[in-house]
Each structure stands twice: as structure tokens, then as C-alpha cells.
């Protein structure tokens, strides 16, 4: 190879890098997914609007698009393998988790009744553990003691 061309093959060779493709799913918290967190749906998503309940997908942090309803945005390569499924609707559905204070909940109009406490869930067992994401941020403080 001529020596001018094999300089522009080593510049072309240097300046390469792997490649990685973005992986984003954007879809939206419906009306029916948001009345089965509060009787007022327009709440909660005010409640995201206001920064007070935080949305995650499979701990994976969101985008939250504006406008109205809850329209988000995630990187898929965050979140756990196998978290999407569908129902004949048809409808893709992955996980949303909303977290918010109990008091703000229960300001919503949430279904408190119906809420159980992460302590008593993480004592009886009745969870599965899946390897969590370093760069994904833990929502909760942790204050209970984790042994199954």
C-alpha cells in the first residue's frame, strides 16, 4: 500500500468507534392504567407534572413528554430483560412504577386500602429478586432489612 494511502487508513482506523444501537420505547399511561392507581386520574398526572410522583419503567428512569396525559419515553436497554408482554388489544405492556409519598397518595385519592407497605412485602416473601442496574437510581430509601 502506498505510504499516503496507508496515512489515511490509520486516520480513518483511529477515529472508528464501536457502535451501539439506542433502543427507546414511547408510549402513554392510559386512563384505565391511571384509574387503577387513583379514583382521579387527572391527579396523578398532575402529580407527575408537579415532580411529586416519580415514573419508572422496570426502575428504569423516564422521559416524561409534555402535554397532556402521561407520555414517556425509556431507554429499553435499561430495563430488565423480558419486561415487555402484550394483550390482544392489541397493546405492547411493560412495567410503570409510580412513586410517590403515602401522604401525596392519599391527597390523590389513591387507593390506600389497597396499598401494602414495602416492608411487609420484602418480610413475607412475597417478592423475586432481579439484578438491579447501576445506573439506574434506586426510587425508595432502603429502611428495611432484606433476608429471604
Not at 387503577?36 to 407527575?48: A, E, I, K
Not at 412495567?95 to 413475607?124: C, K, N, Q, W
Request: aromatic fraction near 6%; include cysteine; glycine fraction near 10%.
Amino acid at each position: 500500500m502506498p505510504a499516503p494511502l496507508s496515512l489515511v487508513v490509520e486516520r480513518i482506523a483511529e477515529n472508528c468507534e464501536p457502535a451501539l444501537a439506542t433502543v427507546l420505547f414511547m408510549g402513554g399511561a392510559g386512563g384505565s392504567l391511571r384509574a387503577g392507581v387513583t379514583g382521579n386520574p387527572v391527579r396523578l398526572t398532575r402529580s407527575v407534572r408537579e415532580l411529586v410522583t416519580r415514573v419508572t419503567c422496570g426502575g428504569a428512569p423516564v422521559y416524561v413528554w409534555p402535554g397532556g396525559g402521561i407520555t414517556l419515553m425509556v431507554d429499553v436497554l435499561r430495563m430488565p430483560e423480558r419486561s415487555f408482554g402484550y394483550v390482544p388489544t392489541p397493546a405492547l405492556v411493560l412495567p410503570i412504577e409510580f412513586t410517590l409519598p403515602l401522604a401525596a397518595y392519599r391527597a390523590m385519592g389513591g387507593h390506600v386500602d389497597s396499598a401494602v407497605a414495602l416492608e411487609s412485602v420484602l418480610r413475607d416473601g412475597r417478592w423475586r429478586a432481579e439484578g438491579w442496574r447501576d445506573e439506574n437510581p434506586w426510587p425508595v430509601p432502603v429502611t428495611a432489612q432484606v433476608t429471604k
